[in-house]
């Protein structure tokens, strides 16, 4: 459903390497010998127009599908009409049920929980994810020399070669959810809870003991677009599409009612019911960049967002897709 736009969900957070990483740039260094073999993906910084490296969103929404399937599977087993492989013919994308769908509504009922939240070929994602920028441009990264070693004689299969690593930076980001039920959103926080306690790697060299990172969250809103008045109970409430709007709940096969308390009060930032959009705040005030705040007012904000996101977790573990018993 991306016709309306009930509500919203946006986490800002800070990506923190906790050992080397390295997201691979696609550019061949050529014939340069001074220039690494594999080098570290690079634009232009937002702020000041430098070189920089970065996280492409692209590569954090990859990890973080690819584990919310794993969690699914294992929940569910491997049924495809319950989490497909997007890449084989039992995908979402080549399912009859979903490409002879009558309207967007049955086809949504017919995509896997994954495809719901991430999207399919045959329907827009309702998740994504902005790359992850440095406060201050980076360019200058650690080089690091490699061989491949032969299984059999123990000696140098191949290399040397080189790699770029960072090992330093906070590289902040902004994830969005939008239209969602509360069990997508207890899924998520799974995710990102093993995501911060360093479960999940990302970028190249995962079993050369690269990709470690820490995690830390720092902001969360969760708006009602199209509201000039506050919900109910708003700021210690999160409602569900279902329950902001009863009328699709059949159509879509939406959880009814979908609400449920939060474990903390959030603050209802102040002008936003004037222009249509309550929004409840939970974490750091203000919009400061969050590499900027101090220690212990980030450790403050991780620690009251990781119990918001964890209270929804029951709504997934209780959520049964169609067909299943409970």
């Known amino acids: 459903m991306h016709k ?11 990506v923190v390497p906790d050992g080397p990483i390295l997201v691979k740039s696609g550019v061949a260094s050529g014939a340069d010998p001074t220039l690494p073999e594999m080098k570290f993906v690079r634009t232009r910084h937002p702020r000041t ?62 995509l896997c929980l994954a495809c719901r939240i991430f999207g399919h070929t045959v329907q827009a994602s309702h998740f994504y994810i902005a790359d ?39 590289f902040e980001t902004e994830l969005v959810l939008f239209n969602f039920e509360r069990w997508q959103v207890g899924l998520l926080a799974l995710v990102l809870r093993d995501l ?11 079993s ?42 059949e159509a879509y096969g939406y959880v009814s009612d979908d609400q449920g308390d939060l474990p ?27 590499a900027s705040l101090p220690p212990k007012v980030l450790d403050e904000a991780h620690r009251t967002i990781s119990e918001v996101l964890a209270s929804t977790v029951p709504a997934w573990a209780e959520y049964r897709p169609s067909g299943q018993e409970a």
């Open 208 to 249: 050369r003991g690269l990709g470690r990172v820490q995690v830390h969250f720092g902001r969360l809103e969760i708006t009602y677009p199209g509201r000039f008045s506050p919900l109910p109970r708003i700021t210690g409430v999160l409602y569900g599409v279902g329950a902001l709007a009863p009328d699709l709940v």
């Open 4 to 14: 309306r736009r009930l509500n919203e969900l946006h986490l800002h957070l800070l």
């Open 132 to 170: 992850a920028y440095p406060p201050e441009p980076i360019d200058e990264l650690p080089i690091r020399h490699q061989v491949a070693i032969d299984r059999l004689s123990g000696g140098v299969a191949a290399g040397p070669f080189d790699l770029e690593v960072a090992l330093e930076g906070k």
């Open 49 to 110: 127009g430098e070189r920089t490296i970065y996280l492409p969103g692209s590569s954090l929404k990859g990890v973080i599908r690819s584990h919310a399937e794993r969690i699914i599977r294992t929940l569910h087993g491997d049924n495809p009409e319950v989490c497909c492989d997007p890449l084989s013919k039992q995908g979402c994308g080549e399912r009859k049920s979903v490409r002879k769908a009558s309207n967007t509504a049955a086809q949504y009922r017919a």
């Open 196 to 206: 911060a306690e360093g479960r999940l790697l990302i970028g190249y060299g995962k």
């Open 264 to 290: 903390v009060q959030g603050t209802l930032v102040p002008e936003s019911p004037t222009w249509g959009r309550p929004t409840v705040r939970f974490g750091a005030e203000g919009d400061a960049p969050l």
